[in-house]
């Protein structure tokens, strides 16, 4: 694990300029608006009665800060981490004025440093898969949620072909619709060969989500659902033709009043 994580952190922090980018297109473009609706729309239908000032939000892998950003543009009290420090540079630099109000910090997603009942809400987005423990990482998230508090993570069965023939097959035929249909290739700017090398080593690769994930977190204490169909929502006509056979869910779980999660 240890190798992992550090072939991981590399690939990352090279590809660091690459992923800011689009992470800059999508705050420049209509899915600002889709994105900011989305987290909004989950955390106040979780908390109708409280200000957004009054609620702390943990961004679990903020990358170049897309959610970070979003958040605290809408006025959440915004604290962001991320295991890659070439990351976090992006994330400061496409925030602007903006990282004045908000708190980056260096930091495993699997070894939160902050104590218990640090937040009222946990999110992330495209991070649970690439872990290399993956439940610890819930764990952790599950432990520093305030009673109460509740967890979005935005994820997919990526690199899934990887295991399974009929994965493979669709995500031959996604890239052959991509061709055919002249629609923006996401895999630019990525090092493929070196991506599924790391997520042949990924223990979410070969596994069912999100059925894993709600088994999970069921475990630990939370009340978990799936939304599988939050793709609908947040992609573009690209991102689904680039995607159709592995898209994007959301996790969704809340913590009882009491407090408690599993170890």
Same mark, same amino acid.
């Given at each position: ?66 959610? *970070? ?7 959440? $009290?915004? =604290? ?5 420090? #070439? /990351?976090? +540079?992006? %994330? ?83 890239? *052959? ?7 923006? $290739?996401? =895999? ?5 060969? #070196? /991506?599924? +090398?790391? %997520? ?64």
């Amino acid at each position: 694990m240890e190798n992992y994580a550090k072939e991981n952190q590399r690939y990352w922090t090279q590809r660091a300029p690459s992923y800011s980018q689009v992470n800059r297109e999508e705050l420049a473009t209509a899915q600002r608006q889709v994105w900011s609706q989305t987290l909004d729309e989950r955390i106040r239908g979780r908390f109708p009665h409280r200000s957004r000032e009054g609620i702390r939000v943990l961004d679990v892998g903020t990358g170049p800060g897309f959610f *970070a950003i979003l958040l605290t543009e809408l006025g959440y $009290d915004v =604290t962001a981490v991320d295991y890659t420090p #070439a /990351m976090l +540079a992006q %994330a400061r630099g496409n925030a602007g004025d903006l990282g004045e109000r908000m708190k980056f910090y260096t930091m495993d997603a699997q070894d939160l440093t902050f104590p218990d009942h640090s937040f009222d809400v946990v999110v992330s987005r495209n991070l649970t898969w690439n872990l290399p423990q993956p439940q610890r990482a819930y764990a952790q998230w599950a432990r520093v949620l305030r009673p109460g508090g509740l967890l979005l993570n935005f994820d997919a069965n990526w690199y899934r072909y990887l295991f399974d023939p009929q994965a493979q097959q669709g995500h031959l035929q996604d890239r *052959a619709n991509v061709q055919r249909l002249h629609a923006a $290739d996401d =895999t630019v700017g990525t090092d493929v060969a #070196a /991506m599924e +090398a790391i %997520a042949r080593q990924a223990p979410l690769s070969a596994q069912r989500r999100p059925a894993w994930d709600l088994e999970t977190l069921t475990a630990l204490g939370l009340e978990a659902e799936a939304d599988p169909q939050v793709w609908r929502q947040v992609w573009t006509r690209d991102e689904w033709l680039n995607n159709a056979s592995t898209p994007m869910f959301l996790v969704c779980a809340a913590k009882s009043t009491q407090g408690e999660v599993g170890a």
